[in-house]
């Protein structure tokens, strides 16, 4: 059984992940309004989709 304390730390910790999975979708929108992308931000759209993915995974496992 899940103490109070636990769940209070679960459910502040699917806070953050979630703020940052949100966080990660708006760079990445942002940077896919663009009309080209340099190799640069090619790279970076890359990492903010994996980052996000991670994220995501991480939410998955804590609902």
Known sequence: MESAE???AKEAQLAV???EHRLLD???K???RR???????QVEVAR???QKLLTKDKI???G
Request: avoid cysteine; glycine fraction near 0%; charge should be negative.
């Open 6 to 8: 636990d769940k209070q």
């Open 35 to 41: 009309r080209s992308l340099t190799p640069t931000e």
């Open 48 to 50: 903010l989709k994996k």
């Open 30 to 32: 942002n940077l896919e």
């Open 60 to 62: 998955a496992r804590l």
């Open 26 to 28: 708006e760079e990445l």
């Open 17 to 19: 992940l979630v703020e």
